[in-house]
């Protein structure tokens, strides 16, 4: 296992669109790997996608479940993830590790079904809400090329801080 190097905005590749994972096999469990190591060398991260390490497949970590009182499903895994439905909507604010200056107020969907592959390609489902909720969808936006920056609210709604956390 070993911590990757994150992208961190400007940088372009963050806009690619990342393809969908047809293989099962022990490169992929390599690459989990390589994000749950990553992911936990930042205390406090919730989510991670494949993309922001320069992998440009559809995968995504996402751990809310240090955050207290909170429903949560622990570390997921997602693999070719898909929203399902969505219902109610909340602005909440959000951090990414490739936006390490900034946090930003954005509306996601408070509560949200839905379908991924684990990490053997069997097809699991989920209904997620929250904070939870929030974190699969912006990490879900990574793999169509978007930030929360492409998400704010308003030009206001953009807040600069000094350490990430
Ligand atoms: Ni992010």
């Known amino acids: 296992m070993a911590v990757r190097?994150?992208?961190?905005?400007?940088?372009?590749?963050?806009k690619q669109v990342s393809a969908?994972?047809?293989e099962f096999n022990d490169g992929l469990r390599r690459l989990i790997a390589d994000m749950e190591e990553t992911l936990r060398s930042f205390p406090g991260c919730v989510g991670l996608a494949a993309p922001q390490l320069n992998h440009f497949q559809r995968i995504v970590i996402v751990d809310v479940s240090a955050r207290?009182?909170?429903?949560?499903?622990g570390c997921l895994?997602?693999?070719n993830p898909e929203v399902v439905e969505k219902a109610g909507e909340a602005?909440?604010?959000?951090?990414?590790?490739?936006?390490?200056?900034?946090?930003?107020?954005?509306?996601?969907?408070?509560?949200?079904?839905?379908?991924?592959?684990d990490s053997r390609g069997h097809v699991q489902n989920f209904d997620c809400e929250g904070f939870e909720a929030r974190?699969?969808?912006?990490?879900?936006?990574?793999?169509d090329g978007f930030l929360f920056l492409?998400?704010?609210?308003?030009?206001?709604d953009l807040f600069r801080r000094k350490h990430y956390k």
């Open 150 to 156: 492409d998400r704010l609210v308003s030009r206001r």
């Open 20 to 22: 969908t994972v047809t």
């Open 5 to 14: 190097p994150v992208l961190v905005y400007s940088d372009e590749r963050l």
């Open 68 to 73: 207290p009182d909170i429903p949560h499903h």
């Open 91 to 117: 602005v909440g604010r959000e951090g990414c590790l490739s936006v390490p200056d900034f946090t930003g107020n954005v509306a996601r969907a408070e509560r949200i079904h839905m379908r991924a592959q």
């Open 77 to 79: 895994i997602l693999i």
């Open 135 to 143: 974190a699969i969808q912006h990490e879900l936006d990574h793999l």
